[in-house]
């Protein structure tokens, strides 16, 4: 650790990066299918050496957030993904999310790798942190918290509500440093400058959890804070974090991202919008191999100017998950995607729903991929095939559709 990076993995070169992590992928993978049930059937058939190129890793399955709420349900607690068995690696805490899905936390110092994210924050051992990211159900306050104590700083376990406390904590002990989501510091600037306390102490901010506008980002600055955004789930820990650069988020070294076509686990073109698949190489309590967490982003082009080589995101683009239902039936984004695939001449789709008349109605949009020609009347005999509902088909030019990542546009809520 120095001034500037956290490791020398942040300045590597790429192409070592790359066979670093594909080899920690292939051990993980290993590790998952001898000491995880679900994986032990899911890629029983599949031999870890055998991935070898990020190209070989699409050809695995995706397991998608709301699929996981469905296994737990059906495998309490963790739906045959935790690690089990005399060799594996125990859980030191277990969290739950909305649904509830389940997250258990390994023992090791990092587990959820924030150190990364705080260090490249301006973070350093011997600061002390409020860190005001909930303590409770969610896994944020203890994300955050392990972070911390890893990097080698003192902890102030704020977690969330009771402003008044929270002035008063921080105008007492003078924290260095804030974590949590923004909107909450910005709240409790707000009731300290009510009060007339000065917490001219902070200097440095980490926060995730909610989009940070760079209105909000500009303001805290003018009161002396520099802060940072982290890009974190409850289920993978961190995957991305902001740099001095301050152009768009670096991915965590600890982790094999994936941009993928939502609904599928095929990976877009370089800066297409797509969903967010992720591989935490080393967590060896709960391995999740190619897991979606719903969220679409995009790849940016070339390093950072920060220095740091590894590949950079857009951030928090939307939801991926946009899962309806039309006339009491749900329509999920794989089922758009298997139209496309049934009917290869279809580029990018994209299902609006709406109301005509008062009734709901579907209407499938298609790219025709150049040179090819498509069969009206068979895709809209495949989408009632997949929906059990009827479609319409709107049939564009290659490049008339946008590529906002959006594969379900539900545009009733705006009648």
Same mark, same amino acid.
């Given at each position: 650790?120095?001034?500037?990076y956290?490791?020398t993995l942040?300045?590597r070169?790429?192409?070592?990066?790359? %066979?670093?992590?594909?080899a920690?992928?292939?051990?993980?993978?290993?590790?998952?299918?001898?000491?995880?049930?679900?994986?032990?059937?899911t890629?029983a058939?599949?031999?870890?050496?055998?991935?070898?190129?990020?190209?070989?890793?699409?050809r695995?399955?995706v397991?998608?957030?709301?699929?996981?709420?469905?296994?737990q349900?059906a495998?309490?607690?963790?739906?045959g993904?935790?690690?089990a068995?005399?060799?594996?690696?125990?859980?030191?805490?277990v969290?739950?999310s909305?649904g509830?899905i389940?997250?258990p936390?390994?023992?090791s110092?990092?587990?959820? %790798?924030?150190a990364?994210?705080?260090h490249a924050?301006?973070?350093r051992? *011997?600061?002390?942190?409020?860190n005001c990211?909930s303590?409770h159900?969610?896994?944020?306050?203890?994300?955050?918290d392990?972070?911390?104590?890893?990097l080698?700083?003192?902890?102030?376990p704020?977690?969330?509500?009771?402003?008044?406390?929270q002035?008063?904590?921080m105008?007492?002990?003078?924290?260095? *440093?804030?974590?949590?989501?923004?909107s909450f510091?910005?709240?409790i600037?707000?009731?300290?400058?009510?009060?007339?306390?000065?917490l001219?102490?902070l200097?440095?901010?980490?926060?995730?959890?909610?989009p940070?506008?760079?209105?909000?980002?500009?303001?805290?600055?003018?009161?002396?804070?520099?802060?940072?955004q982290?890009y974190?789930?409850?289920?993978?820990g961190?995957?991305?974090?902001?740099s001095?650069a301050r152009? *768009?988020l670096?991915?965590?070294?600890?982790?094999?991202?994936e941009?993928v076509?939502?609904?599928t686990?095929?990976p877009v073109?370089?800066?297409?919008i797509?969903?967010?698949?992720?591989?935490?190489?080393?967590?060896?309590?709960?391995p999740l191999?190619?897991?979606?967490?719903?969220?679409?982003?995009?790849?940016l082009?070339?390093?950072?100017?920060?220095?740091?080589?590894n590949?950079?995101?857009?951030?928090?683009? *939307?939801?991926?998950?946009?899962?309806?239902?039309?006339?009491?039936?749900f329509?999920?984004?794989s089922q758009?995607?298997?139209?496309?695939?049934?009917?290869p001449?279809i580029? %990018?789709?994209?299902?609006v729903?709406d109301?005509?008349?008062?009734?709901?109605?579907?209407?499938?949009?298609?790219?025709?991929?150049?040179?090819?020609?498509?069969?009206?009347g068979?895709i809209?005999?495949?989408?009632?095939?997949?929906t059990?509902?009827?479609?319409?088909?709107?049939?564009?030019?290659p490049?008339?559709?946008?590529?906002?990542?959006k594969?379900?546009d539900?545009? %009733?809520?705006?009648?």
């Open positions: 650790m120095n001034g500037t956290f490791d942040e300045t070169d790429p192409e070592l990066r790359e %066979r670093a992590q594909l920690a992928l292939r051990e993980q993978i290993a590790y998952a299918r001898a000491h995880a049930p679900w994986f032990a059937r890629l058939g599949i031999e870890p050496a055998d991935i070898d190129s990020r190209a070989a890793l699409a695995l399955p397991v998608r957030k709301y699929e996981l709420l469905e296994l349900k495998d309490r607690p963790f739906g993904f935790a690690a068995g005399p060799a594996a690696r125990r859980a030191r805490q969290f739950a909305p509830p389940y997250e936390e390994g023992d110092a990092d587990y959820w %790798r924030l990364r994210a705080l924050a301006g973070f051992p *011997g600061d002390l942190v409020h990211f303590y159900f969610s896994p944020a306050g203890s994300m955050l392990t972070g911390l104590r890893a080698g700083c003192t902890v102030f704020g977690g969330t509500g009771q402003t008044e406390q002035v008063q904590a105008a007492d002990l003078g924290p260095d *440093g804030y974590v949590g989501t923004p510091l910005k709240i600037l707000d009731k300290a400058d009510e009060q007339g306390v000065r001219s102490s200097k440095k901010a980490l926060v995730s959890g909610e940070f506008p760079a209105a909000l980002r500009d303001a805290l600055r003018a009161r002396g804070i520099d802060a940072y982290v974190a789930s409850a289920d993978l961190s995957l991305a974090y902001e001095s152009e *768009g670096v991915v965590d070294e600890g982790v094999l991202l941009i076509r939502p609904g686990g095929e073109a370089p800066g297409e797509g969903e967010v698949i992720a591989t935490p190489l080393h967590n060896r309590a709960y191999i190619r897991f979606g967490n719903g969220d679409l982003s995009a790849v082009p070339g390093a950072s100017p920060c220095g740091r080589t590949m950079r995101i857009k951030g928090w683009l *939307g939801r991926a998950d946009q899962a309806t239902k039309v006339k009491g039936l329509v999920h984004p758009v995607a298997e139209i496309a695939r049934r009917h001449g580029a %990018r789709a994209r299902l729903v109301r005509d008349g008062g009734n709901d109605r579907m209407t499938l949009h298609v790219e025709t991929a150049p040179g090819a020609e498509l069969e009206s068979a809209v005999a495949t989408i009632r095939e997949l059990k509902l009827r479609g319409e088909l709107v049939l564009h030019a490049g008339e559709l946008a590529d906002d990542g594969v379900i539900d545009i %009733r809520k705006h009648d």
